[in-house]
């Protein structure tokens, strides 16, 4: 589980529930999701990500890629969404979001490891789609980039991503084709299934439809997957998703999720 201890007195010494996170971003999402639907009332720190409010010493300090969400509880750090709900599943059991049942259990553990595996998919079709040209880093933003990002991979997207080509349209085709794969996937289960893991509403769900609702909004093909579509309107149906994912959505797309 990707629990930091850190140097930051600041940080260490803040008490009760503290998550960084962003409007957009589909981890923070899942994360708002899990906060609302256990009733744990939380501290918000927006990070606004246009403004690279992420990219600073200062956060890298408290997530060591400079990523969000980072979730704080009483000075314990988790970074990392999957490891972050299932941290929030165990300190707040109540509702549990996973099901009794251990097959059940067993199918939540495995479309979260989904979803973590094609992280870099996911962003790969955003950028490509929504955000590439936004979120190019100029010379000065990209030196900063390069000082305090560690991790090669991301290093490496956000290089080429800030290229004066871009994205390559091969890395984005092959993004394309992994997300439908595990769309269709989803498809299928849901054509037997309320929810993905049977009768109970648990955190596979709330893992992946933060993906439908990011793709959405970048124009991803989804009128072929019927069932995806009516788990995402009943989902919709939910308090929690009006609190954690529209209300922090740009106005321009919540038309459309």
């Keep these: 589980m990707g629990i930091l201890t850190l140097n930051n007195q600041e940080v260490s010494q803040l ?3 503290h998550l960084y996170h962003a409007g957009m971003s589909n981890c923070s999402m899942r994360v708002r999701m899990v906060l609302h639907e256990k009733g744990v009332k939380w501290t918000s ?3 606004d990500l246009l403004r690279e409010e992420n990219i600073t010493s200062e956060y890298f300090a408290i997530h060591p890629k400079g990523l969000v969400p980072t979730l704080v509880h009483d000075g314990t750090v988790i970074i990392e969404s999957t ?3 299932h941290y929030l599943d165990e300190a707040f059991p109540t509702p549990p979001l996973k099901p009794s049942d251990s097959k059940e259990r067993a199918e939540v553990f495995r479309w979260l490891e989904r979803a973590t595996n094609n992280h ?4 790969t079709y955003m950028f490509g789609n929504l955000v ?7 010379k000065l933003s990209l030196a900063l980039y390069r000082k305090l990002q560690k991790n090669q991979e991301l290093l490496a997207f956000h290089e080429e991503n800030s290229s004066p080509k871009g994205l390559p349209r091969k890395s984005l085709s092959a993004a394309e084709k992994v997300i439908h794969d595990c769309f269709q996937k989803l498809d299928n289960i849901l054509g037997e299934k309320k929810w993905i893991t049977g009768e109970t509403f ?4 709330i893992a992946w439809v933060p993906l439908y609702v990011t793709l959405n909004s970048a124009g ?4 072929d997957y019927q069932n995806v579509n ?3 309107k009943t989902i919709q149906k939910r308090p929690s998703y009006n609190k954690a994912v529209l209300q922090w959505l740009p106005k321009g797309l919540m038309a459309d999720n």
Excluded: E, Q
């Design 202 to 205: 648990s955190l596979a769900d």
């Design 230 to 232: 009516r788990w995402k």
């Design 15 to 17: 008490k009760g529930v």
């Design 83 to 85: 490891d972050i709900i």
């Design 220 to 223: 991803f093909p989804f009128n």
């Design 45 to 47: 720190h927006h990070l």
């Design 132 to 138: 590439g040209t936004t979120y190019r880093k100029g």
């Design 120 to 123: 870099m998919c996911i962003k």
